[in-house]
């Protein structure tokens, strides 16, 4: 026995029941499908939580929250990135240009810095925002905090 003379065994492969075929294959006329109604036309698709005209669970349950319109969505970047960056680069200097060149943002967001990590030298930050616990850590090293 070899892969080029394998076959599946004898009555194991059936072949796909044809629809639409005429009256003598069994499956003629209506081709399985009904009579009338969506399901019965051709191109019919069901819509996405379409339950046969019940009202849809997404329009029982009740809405809830609330989304300002005119939210700032700001990028954050952390205690502990504004470190790595000023050892790496031996910057004492941090602006949003420099975020940008070190990929950090991208230059479209404004920018909040945040107090997770801790800083080790002085640095002067200029952001958009800051949080009172990362202005707090800057400014105790003798850094400056500048907002845009």
């Known amino acids: ?80 990135d504004l470190e790595t960056l000023a050892a790496s680069a031996e910057l004492d200097k941090i602006t949003v240009d420099t975020l940008v060149k070190a990929g950090l943002v991208n230059g479209k967001q404004p920018v909040k810095v945040l107090a997770n990590g801790t800083l080790t030298k002085k640095i002067d930050v200029e952001a958009n925002a800051f949080s009172a616990a990362a202005e707090a850590a800057i400014t105790a090293l003798g850094g400056t905090v500048t907002k845009l």
């Not at 065994?9 to 081709?31: D, F, L, W, Y």
């Not at 698709?45 to 029982?60: A, V």
């Open 1 to 80: 026995m070899e892969l080029s003379n394998l076959k599946p065994a004898a009555g194991a492969v059936k072949s796909k029941t044809r629809i639409g075929r005429g009256p003598g294959s069994g499956k003629g006329g209506t081709s399985t499908r009904g009579h009338k109604g969506a399901k019965s036309r051709s191109g019919y698709s069901r819509k996405i939580g379409f339950e046969g005209g019940q009202m849809p669970l997404q329009r029982r349950l009740p809405k809830f929250g609330f989304k300002p319109l005119k939210r700032t969505e700001y990028k954050a970047v952390n205690l502990s």
